[in-house]
T-cell receptor, first 118, second 111 residues
Framework: GAVVSQHPSRVICKSGTSVKIECRSL??????MFWYRQFPKQSLMLMAT?????????EQGVEKDKFLINHASLTLSTLTVTSAHPEDSSFYIC??????????????FGPGTRLTVL | KNQVEQSPQSLIILEGKNCTLQ??????????LRWYKQDTGRGPVSLTI?????NTKSNGRYTATLDADTKQSSLHITASQLSDSASYIC??????????FGAGTTVTVRA
């Protein structure tokens, strides 16, 4: 149980285009989903937290107009990188917390999406 | 500022040998500490989760320890296998559920 999927797993796009990444909780309802970015040989950095049906909360330094997050249902959140540039190339990972889950409030991570902007 | 420091940054071990990874943290108030395994190009997978009152927890060949007084944790890998080659990340959760990530230790197991 507690499986999180991401799609696509890898995407290459031209500079200036927008890219949408989907994050789905496959076998549980996720009230909260998180989006992380990971650069090579670095740890995960939280970008934003999204709760179903409400606006996402962005971490300091993350542009909300550039990284659009939608959490329209309890099983789906999307991250759209608008007008992508080469510096946006990174590994994007989502995670989800289960509604009514354990006291650990455990986050289950997706497999990640490798974005390369040419 | 909540911090999580891991050591060593990387290590190479021979298949079948044991190794121990270290994690020191300053996160407060402390809720729980987790160890994750992250294969290259994949998302992190949980190995263990420990709360304040737990000193040790095992998951197969992985054994984590926690000393909440000194704010230190370790992850011991027993009888390493080639598939253990990965990055191991120490993650500490505060009571506001914000996660603080260590930079990870890259383990390479060689035949």
């Amino acid at each position: 149980g507690a499986v999180v999927s991401q799609h696509p797993s890898r995407v290459i796009c031209k500079s200036g285009t927008s890219v949408k990444i989907e994050c789905r909780s496959l076998d549980f309802q996720a009230t909260t989903m998180f989006w992380y970015r990971q650069f090579p040989k670095q740890s995960l950095m939280l970008m934003a937290t999204s709760n179903e049906g409400s606006k996402a909360t962005y971490e300091q330094g993350v542009e909300k107009d550039k990284f659009l997050i939608n959490h329209a249902s309890l099983t789906l959140s999307t991250l759209t990188v608008t007008s992508a540039h080469p510096e946006d190339s990174s590994f994007y990972i989502c995670s989800a917390s289960q509604a009514g889950g354990s006291s650990y409030n455990e986050q289950f991570f997706g497999p990640g999406t490798r974005l390369t902007v040419l | 500022k909540n911090q999580v420091e891991q050591s060593p940054q990387s290590l190479i071990i021979l298949e079948g040998k044991n190794c121990t990874l270290q994690c020191n943290y300053t996160v407060s108030p402390f809720s729980n500490l987790r160890w994750y395994k992250q294969d290259t190009g994949r998302g992190p997978v949980s190995l263990t989760i420990m709360t304040f009152s737990e000193n040790t927890k095992s998951n197969g060949r992985y054994t984590a320890t926690l000393d909440a007084d000194t704010k230190q944790s370790s992850l011991h890998i027993t009888a390493s296998q080639l598939s253990d080659s990965a990055s191991y990340i120490c993650v500490v959760s505060a009571y506001d559920y914000k996660l603080s990530f260590g930079a990870g230790t890259t383990v390479t197991v060689r035949a």
